[in-house]
């Protein structure tokens, strides 16, 4: 179970491998995560979650943090705080 604190974060950073890490608002972590729910056989996630429903994708994005896409390709997300200067 997460942090609820991490629940109030707006920002995450998103991890690829070969990339570089980017700092992106809910949002925009959500639409990534979506690209790449749809290229992934999902049913190995949890077949009970409906990932067409923004809702769902929320919630995995808040209760998770690592997704194998392919074997050995691992992506990650963190959520951050950012402090305003």
């Known amino acids: 179970?997460?942090?609820?604190?991490?629940?109030s974060e707006e920002h995450f950073v998103l991890l690829e491998p070969d990339?570089?890490?980017r700092i992106?608002?809910?949002?925009?972590?959500?639409?990534?995560?979506?690209?790449?729910?749809?290229?992934?056989d999902i049913t190995t996630i949890n077949q009970n979650e409906n990932f067409e429903k923004e809702e769902s994708i929320s919630k995995f994005l808040e209760d998770t943090c690592?997704?194998?896409?392919?074997r050995g390709y691992?992506?990650?997300w963190f959520a951050v705080r950012i402090e305003p200067d």
Not at 66 to 70: A, D, F, G, K, S
């Open 19 to 21: 990339k570089k890490e």
């Open 74 to 76: 691992v992506i990650k």
């Open 24 to 40: 992106v608002s809910k949002e925009e972590a959500i639409k990534w995560l979506r690209g790449w729910l749809k290229r992934i």
């Open 1 to 7: 179970m997460s942090s609820p604190l991490i629940r």
């Open 66 to 70: 690592e997704l194998e896409v392919n």
